[in-house]
């Protein structure tokens, strides 16, 4: 940056001879104190120049300022606490946005025990603001399997193992700053395409931190179908349907209570509806168990691999999947399912789509053991974002 050094106005020679003193202690006073302006780089073109009426007043003045300005900045000193850091710039992520701002790869890590993770809820205190994680020391820790995690200003997930009798439930903690970064992605980013991925592949595409299996939507045809804000279908087939508000917030609607296309659609702009989910059974509401005795989708009395999105705290979340592994090979019912959500005291439960589907990806690869060890491609993942990266 290129200094500019005012010059002053010289009426006559002889009359600069005798101001030259003063003049020289302002300008070096007044560089001192910052009041000189400099040429700064960018669209400026002209420069200011500084007019000097009256020196000795000017002087007078500068030094009564020094006299005020000087005790305070002596008083920092060097035990002065440094400088807060600028608080991080939180993104509202915007639903046209295919793809999310790309996670921080530093932030990424991998724990061998619970133990090793004593230091994560303390970091994460800011985001938590006040709540409580899931995960922590009173977990058990399936026997040789990883802690993993990812942590930044915007996002904490930690996703860990626990065997409950002979079924391996795979755990993965959320806590988000913004509603906007909880979001769903359609197999070609558009609803309609008859097209399907694995749950890590889309999870890739769109740099999603963590990503369940959704719906599966182009499988069936039941509930109320919303996305983008936009009631898509609403089909004949009873269903509980899952709606997501920009708030992040999960919003039931029982299978028994029917719309018309024109109600649903008043109802998703009245709650500020983003998008929808439609499997279930819902299985807790309000902190209380609720699944039916029979439900006509998901085969919820018989033995299979589960997958539930839950709501513990305001934009914290569970996803949670049961599922046979070579070792532990047993398999839940709905309801021994719903026991073990309520158990981790979440306020709300909603099933989805399970059998080979339930998957769980972190940075794009799977966490849980799937059925028959291979992802069925799909129609369609709900996922987290970062809000501060790339």
Known sequence: MTQYVPKFCRPKRSLFSRLAGPVSAVVTLALLLGLVPLLKSGSQKTAARISVPDIPEQFDRMLGAAGSMLPKASQQGHGAAAEEPAAPVIKKLNDADLVAPKPLADRYGQADTIEEMSWFEEKAAGLLQGQKLYFGPEREQLEGT????????????????????????????????????????????????????????????????????????KFHYNGIVVYEGEVRKVHANKADTCFIDDGGNLIFLPQDVQMTQEEAQKFVDENNIRFSLVFGPILVDDGVRCEPANYDLGEINSFSPRAALCQMDELHYLVVTAN????????????????????TGCQKAYTLDGGQTAAIALDGELVNHVLYGQQRPISDIIYFATAVGG
Not at 324 to 343: N, S, T, V, Y
Request: aromatic residues 14%; glycine residues 6%.
């Open 146 to 217: 990883p802690i993993n995690y990812y942590l930044d200003d915007s996002i904490a997930v930690v996703t860990w193992k626990e065997l409950v009798g002979y079924t391996v439930l795979t755990f993965a903690e959320v806590k988000i700053a913004d509603g906007s970064q909880f979001r769903r992605f359609l197999a070609d980013g558009r609803y309609g395409a008859d097209t399907q991925y694995k749950t890590t592949e889309m999870a890739q595409t769109v740099n999603a931190v963590l990503a369940s299996s959704g719906d599966f939507y």
């Open 324 to 343: 046979p592994e070579p070792e532990h090979p047993g398999k839940l019912d709905i309801h021994q399912f719903a026991q073990r959500l309520a158990e």
